[in-house]
């Protein structure tokens, strides 16, 4: 069935760096693939999204890039801040309603 | 209260009892959803409602009954659940979409563990 696969599981960065998250998906029909943050504790929170008609989108530090060919995209996060440390889950939308989600990339900004 | 919340936020059952979980938006939403989301795991969607009807049932086991009576509110009624059900339970709303692009807003969550 349709699966979203995110990579790697588990990043440290120093602080200050970037960082980058994949995501590849199997469902070519989707057309739209957010990125949600969840801190430790908390809820999960949309932090940026693209439809598929765009190849990139940036939003202060934060970037995602889709390659509709190759069916991946990824989230670009640039001069890692401590408040940065969370769980990010990318997903791309299946039927109207459903999105299938990534598994998750523990982020981890090392001081 | 804002945004989307939760009751209980933490609860431990036995195999045999029966219980339910609750769901609240205060954003205008009408649409609402049930995740489950399990350690190193995706989010796994169980349920989805839209204006009140149910729109997706992802062969979740008949032990999850879930119930919209209204668009703010949702329940998931719990019975005879099994140690392997453990685990914490996202409720989310959105707008009804027409085109799908629409911000999921989450609630904190139920942490649920079966003894």
């Known amino acids: 069935g349709e699966n979203v696969e995110q990579h790697p599981s588990t990043l440290s960065v120093q602080e200050g760096d970037s960082a980058v998250i994949k995501c590849t998906y199997s469902d070519s029909a989707s057309n739209y693939f957010p990125w949600y943050k969840q801190e430790l504790g908390k809820r999960p929170q949309l932090i940026i999204d693209?439809?598929?008609n765009v190849g990139e989108k940036k939003d202060q530090r934060i970037a995602v890039t889709l390659n509709k060919t190759a069916k991946h995209f990824s989230l670009h996060i640039t001069e890692t801040q401590p408040e940065d440390s969370a769980v990010y889950f990318c997903?791309?939308?299946?039927?109207?309603?459903?999105?299938?989600w990534g598994a998750g990339t523990k982020l981890i900004i090392k001081p | 209260e804002t945004g989307v919340t939760q009751t209980p936020r933490h609860l431990v059952m036995g195999m045999t009892n029966k219980k339910s979980l609750k769901c609240e938006q205060h954003l205008g939403h009408n649409a609402m959803y049930w995740y489950k989301q399990s350690a190193k795991k995706p989010l796994e969607l169980m349920f989805v409602y839209s204006l009140e009807e149910r729109v997706e049932n992802n062969s979740v086991p008949s032990r999850f009954s879930p119930e919209c009576p209204n668009s703010s509110h949702l329940f998931l009624h719990l019975h005879t659940l099994q140690p392997e059900d453990s685990a914490l339970y996202l409720c989310?709303?959105?707008?009804?979409?027409?085109?799908?692009?629409?911000?999921?807003?989450f609630g904190p969550g139920t942490r649920l563990t079966v003894l």
């Open positions: 997903a791309a939308l299946k039927f109207t309603y459903q999105l299938i």
């Open positions: 693209i439809r598929s």
């Open positions: 989310a709303s959105s707008q009804a979409p027409r085109f799908s692009y629409n911000e999921q807003f």
